[in-house]
């Protein structure tokens, strides 16, 4: 008997030892698990996918088709002109020196024959023509630039009206009307490449 049952004990120890019943209740093994490893075709797949969503949510836009990008002529309405005197007032012996500046109102550059051939000063009293600068013009010429969008420039010499009446017929007549003096108020009114100045410049002559 006593036999039968140390040979009992002896093979649930051997059970025991075998079989190992606690780890699954202990928590889990300490050796950790390794995860599984995509095989090539399912890495291949798996960045095929990534790389069609980074496309889905930032896509490139592509080229929009360009002509050759130069500069149009400009557009009247986008260009603005305005008369420019050195001075508002004028003594006896000083000579109003006129100007012009013009703008590019537009959003785009363009071209725009700024020559002499398009300038005209012309100075009034009320509404009588004294002076017009092509009455005696000599040698006219023509100067196309390039304006950016939003640029102003300025003529860069100025017009000299010697106070005179001027006419096509009186340009070598040195006994022309003068103009009066003593406060006498007078405009200027320019206009380039047909467009003209929506105000006059007043000044006056001493």
């Keep these: 008997m006593v036999l039968v049952l140390a040979i009992l004990a002896i093979a649930a120890l051997v059970w025991l030892f075998v079989a190992q019943p606690w780890s699954a209740l202990g928590g889990g093994s300490d050796e950790t698990q390794s995860e599984p490893t995509p095989s090539a075709s399912e890495t291949t797949a798996s960045d095929d996918a ?19 990008g130069s500069p149009k002529e400009c557009d009247p309405n986008a260009i603005t002109v305005k008369g420019v005197t050195d001075k508002r007032e004028y003594g006896g012996d000083e000579k109003p020196k006129l100007s012009m500046s013009l703008e590019n109102t537009g959003d785009v550059d363009c071209i725009f024959n700024v020559g002499t051939t398009q300038q005209v000063y012309t100075v009034l009293s009320g509404n009588d023509v004294w002076w017009r600068s092509t009455d005696c013009q000599k040698e ?10 939003g640029q102003k420039v300025s003529s860069a010499e100025p017009v000299v009206w010697d106070r005179t009446r001027s006419s096509v017929d009186s340009c070598g007549d040195e006994s022309r009307p003068v103009a009066p003096g003593g406060g006498a108020s007078f405009h200027l009114r320019v206009a380039i490449g047909g467009i003209e100045s929506e105000h006059t410049r007043q000044f006056i002559l001493r």
């Design 50 to 68: 990534d790389a069609a969503d980074s496309e889905d949510a930032d896509p490139t836009p592509s080229p929009t088709p360009t002509d050759d």
């Design 140 to 149: 006219p010429s023509d100067m196309e630039v390039t304006l950016e969008a």
